[in-house]
């Protein structure tokens, strides 16, 4: 009885495990290859196995985890962050930052008015750098004749020196204009190529100067061309009653094109520019130029000698943005 029990035994488990392999080689079959390790091992031979408890159903699988194949590491999914922001605008000094202007061309655009009006006064290169420590060319002119003494021309009331300064600096203005109209001051290495940068990418651009507008302007449209200049926005000379290290300047820039001050980049070249920038709580990088090589710019967020243009570029759109990142993220 032992042997014939022992028999039906054998012959029940060698028919159940021949069912379940022909199950499992069925599953297996509409499986991905990954899946089909996921099924039970064959029993062995003369187990006895419970078919009404056995399931031959594949696992579900978790996909929280790809695991890779060649390597044996486990990737967890995870998505990319997103790119720091771009600029809402670029704002620029003009003179220094777009042109080389002061010793070549404003300093000798004043020098021809005093001696147009025979006044008798010369500002040499070494005495121009410092007067440009004061902002704007009326206040400088009106600065160096409160100090020095005024010309015998020049009238005596307060009221009508502010006349004679103004009309000094139209014809100083005027003259200044020639020079840029033969484009005898050329466009600092880079310039364009940032402009470009940020008018394709929808940032705005604008030029912030002490200067007088119309010198501005016309820096603007003869040196960049009437292509960009039409789509950059001017805020110079009298705009702000206030000229420059004071900030207004660079607050009517922003509250004019609607963009948050914290997400402006401004490029200068001079101490009191900086200082501008700062005060109205922008990011400023400085590119010196010939007068301002050896003026404090700690405060800066980055320092170069010019922007430049490849292959000597020093900084680009990219790094704007990147100067952004780093302030956020503090």
Avoid at 247 to 264: H, K, M, Q
């Amino acid at each position: 009885m032992a042997s014939s029990s022992t028999t039906i035994s054998l012959s029940l488990a060698t028919t159940a495990l021949i069912s379940h392999q022909r199950t499992t080689t069925s599953v297996a079959s509409t499986l991905k290859p990954h899946e089909r390790t996921l099924l039970p091992p064959s029993s062995l031979l003369g187990t006895s196995i419970n078919l009404e408890k056995t399931s031959l159903r594949p696992r579900p699988i978790t996909r929280s985890k790809e695991r890779n194949s060649s390597h044996g590491a486990t990737c967890l999914a995870s998505s990319s962050p997103p790119p720091p922001p771009l600029p809402s605008a670029l704002l620029f000094d003009c003179d220094g930052v777009l042109v080389d202007t002061e010793k070549d061309g404003h300093r000798i655009s004043f020098n021809d008015t005093f001696n147009e009006r025979e006044l008798g006064v010369t500002w040499d290169v070494e005495l121009y750098g410092e007067l440009l420590k004061i902002g704007g060319g009326k206040e400088r002119m009106t600065a160096y004749f409160n100090k020095t003494g005024w010309p015998e021309k020049a009238p005596k009331s307060d009221e009508e020196r502010k006349e004679f300064i103004a009309s000094l600096h139209k014809r100083k203005t005027e003259l200044f204009m020639v020079l840029i109209e033969k484009k005898l001051l050329p466009l600092r290495p880079g310039v364009a190529k940032l402009i470009d940068q940020a008018l394709a990418e929808g940032v705005k651009v604008a030029v912030c100067s002490t200067s007088n507008e119309k010198a501005v302007s016309a820096i603007v449209s003869f040196l960049l061309g009437p292509k960009r200049a039409e789509k950059i926005k001017i805020f110079a000379g009298d705009v702000v009653p206030r000229k420059k290290p004071d900030p207004a300047i660079y607050n009517l820039a922003a509250n004019t094109l609607g963009v948050d001050p914290s997400s402006c980049v401004v490029v200068e070249d001079s101490a009191i520019g900086l200082a501008a920038a700062k005060a109205a709580g922008m990011t400023c990088i400085v590119t010196k130029s010939g007068y301002t090589a050896d003026e404090d710019f700690l405060n800066a967020d980055a320092v170069f000698d010019c922007i430049g243009d490849p292959p000597e570029e020093r900084f680009d759109l990219a790094f704007c943005r990147s100067l952004l990142e780093k302030q956020y993220v503090s």
